[in-house]
């Protein structure tokens, strides 16, 4: 079954721990993305990375880490210091950089902070 | 900076009745347009782009630059339209997109 994954599908953290999510695709694709949705807010992009061992700020970065070190998995920690991390994240990856190719999508990870 | 602006939360038409989905955006260069929808306990996924000006399920969507606008029609609304749908700017040379917050469509038989 090929595509994106993201587990667990429902996590939920005390405040001032760190949590990190799982994200991994067998697309081969080498760009992948992280997005955070909130409810009238649309998605906003959190971190994105177009090549292994290498990943940018998004917009919203402030709060979170991510790494890559294979191709497949692009993880996200959610740190203590992301002021109001409850949400729901969206994982994402698509071909290839330049050029925009359609992204897709992962089912979602919600995330609650108790 | 770049924005896309989707003014409405929700549009509820009835089975039959066009339907037009605002997006307005602003990039001071040449954007390339999406519009995404995710429909009820499904992922999100790209139902058309500008540059294909192809129809996906019947809807088209005509990039209009005087206006900066990208607004999503069909002339005859299925109930299966029902779904969340999220127009989307892809700055000139990046990957990376640009969400609007999204318009809920709810089709009523």
């Known amino acids: 079954d090929g595509g994106i994954t993201q587990s667990p599908k429902y996590l939920f953290r005390k405040e001032g721990q760190n949590v990190t999510l799982s994200c991994e695709q067998n697309l081969n694709h080498d760009a992948m993305y992280w997005y955070r949705q909130d409810p009238g807010q649309g998605l906003r992009l959190i971190y994105y990375?177009?090549?292994?061992?290498?990943?940018q700020k998004g917009d919203i970065a402030e709060g979170y880490s991510v790494s890559r070190e294979k191709k497949e998995s692009f993880p996200l920690t959610v740190t203590s210091a992301q002021k109001n991390p409850t949400a729901f994240y969206l994982c994402?990856?698509?071909?290839?950089?330049?050029?925009?190719?359609?992204?897709?999508f992962g089912p979602g990870t919600r995330l609650t902070v108790l | 900076a770049q924005r896309v602006t989707q003014p409405e939360k929700l549009l509820s038409v009835f089975k039959g009745a066009p339907v037009e989905l605002k997006c307005n955006y602003s990039?001071?260069?040449?954007?390339?347009l999406f519009w995404y929808v995710q429909y009820s306990r499904q992922r999100l996924q790209l139902l058309l782009r500008?540059?294909s000006r192809e129809s996906i399920k019947g809807f088209t969507a005509d990039l209009n630059k005087g206006e900066t606008s990208f607004h999503l029609k069909k002339p005859f609304a299925q109930e299966e339209d029902s779904a969340m749908y999220y127009c989307?700017?892809?700055?000139?040379?990046?990957?990376?997109?640009?969400f609007g917050t999204g318009t809920r469509l709810l089709v009523s038989p």
């Open positions: 500008h540059i």
């Open positions: 990375s177009q090549i292994v061992n290498d990943f």
């Open positions: 990039y001071s260069g040449s954007p390339e």
């Open positions: 994402a990856s698509s071909i290839s950089s330049g050029t925009y190719n359609e992204q897709f």
């Open positions: 989307a700017l892809s700055p000139t040379g990046f990957q990376k997109l640009v």
